[in-house]
């Protein structure tokens, strides 16, 4: 059950990706007018089937990778502090005209490395991880989608005993680095405990993690699994 949930999970996440596309087109429509080919910078915990993704739905827009636009940047294979700085210096050096970040450390990163570039985030909560001010006025030079796992999360729970009536176990994989995790825990926790169900949350660091996950989830018992929104790009 742990590898269908995990399957299921990559579709909805590459399809959602290839639909947040959009959010992109706009600061690249502006940077076109300055530039033959505007240059989109990738950050963050995006796999290679998430990049594909956003390549997809950017292709949708008109904005061709290596036609219309240059993508820079790509899939993830550990997100760190460290790692995730060095990635945003590299590619700012290249005079990018755009960056697209995966998730709270990424979009904090580039947020702090630059007050000019147009940064679009996808991340759980964009003003609780303090990249905007408000969903309404984000102000500075970051936009992007919050997906409020914090009211989600909880009901993602409800559901899945909604469909294994029988559930006991459930296990919860999150990015150890991201500040926004315990906004989407804390509630999935209490959710489990009102379900009456054992939860088992699991960090990973990587995408060289997640078999360590999965096998620990196997060991617990686990009936099912959820990948916090916020980092199952990875997968």
Request: aromatic share 4%; charged share 15%; hydrophobic share 45%.
């Amino acid at each position: 059950m742990v590898s269908d949930c995990a399957k299921q999970g990559h579709m909805r996440r590459r399809e959602f990706i290839g639909l947040i596309g959009g959010a992109t087109v706009l600061p690249l429509a502006a940077h076109a007018q300055s530039k033959a080919i505007p240059r989109i910078a990738i950050i963050g915990s995006l796999g290679q089937n998430s990049v594909n993704a956003l390549k997809e739905g950017l292709r949708g827009f008109g904005l061709v990778d290596a036609a219309t636009i240059i993508v820079v940047g790509g899939p993830a294979t550990t997100v760190t502090p460290e790692a995730v700085s060095a990635a945003v210096s590299n590619l700012i050096s290249q005079k990018i005209d755009v960056i697209f970040a995966s998730g709270a450390l990424a979009g904090r990163t580039a947020k702090d490395a630059t007050s000019t570039i147009p940064i679009v985030c996808l991340t759980g909560d964009l003003v609780g991880a303090r990249l905007v001010q408000s969903l309404a006025s984000p102000g500075g030079n970051i936009t992007g989608i919050s997906l409020l796992t914090a009211e989600a999360s909880a009901k993602r729970l409800e559901l899945l005993r909604q469909l294994v009536p029988a559930l006991e176990r459930v296990a919860a994989f999150y990015d150890v680095e991201d500040p926004t995790a315990a906004l989407s825990l804390k509630p999935m926790e209490t959710a489990a405990t009102k379900l009456q169900l054992t939860f088992e949350a699991l960090g990973v660091r990587g995408e060289s993690d997640f078999g360590n996950a999965f096998t620990a989830a196997m060991k617990a018992r686990a009936w099912a699994c959820i990948l916090r929104t916020g980092y199952s790009g990875l997968l």
